[in-house]
């Protein structure tokens, strides 16, 4: 015998559960972010969405932390961007 109300009522709940959580961390990161590292992290998640949750989850722990005393500006932004982000890998090819 089956109850398909419950697993519809277990997915419902995540869902809520899921979006209470995005809602949550998208209040924090306005207000420790400037409009313009915002617009930079919408633009990078874009296309790296593994780099921004990764960012946005270091950025999240700091303030919670305490030690963000100000708002984040675009070139700390890149900073931190730079410091998480994993060094390219440079191929160097010589022939014989």
Do not use: C, W
Request: aromatic share 4%; hydrophobic share 35%.
């Amino acid at each position: 015998m089956s109850y398909p109300n419950l697993d519809e009522n277990d997915d419902q709940d995540r869902q809520n559960n899921e979006s209470e959580i995005t809602a949550q961390k998208e209040h924090i990161l306005k207000q420790i972010l400037s409009a313009d590292a915002r617009l930079r992290l919408t633009n990078i998640k874009l296309v790296k969405p593994d780099l921004v949750n990764l960012v946005e989850n270091y950025l999240i722990g700091m303030a919670t932390q305490g030690k963000l005393n100000s708002q984040i500006s675009d070139d700390q932004l890149k900073q931190i961007l730079l410091s998480i982000q994993q060094p390219k890998r440079d191929f160097k090819i010589t022939r014989r």
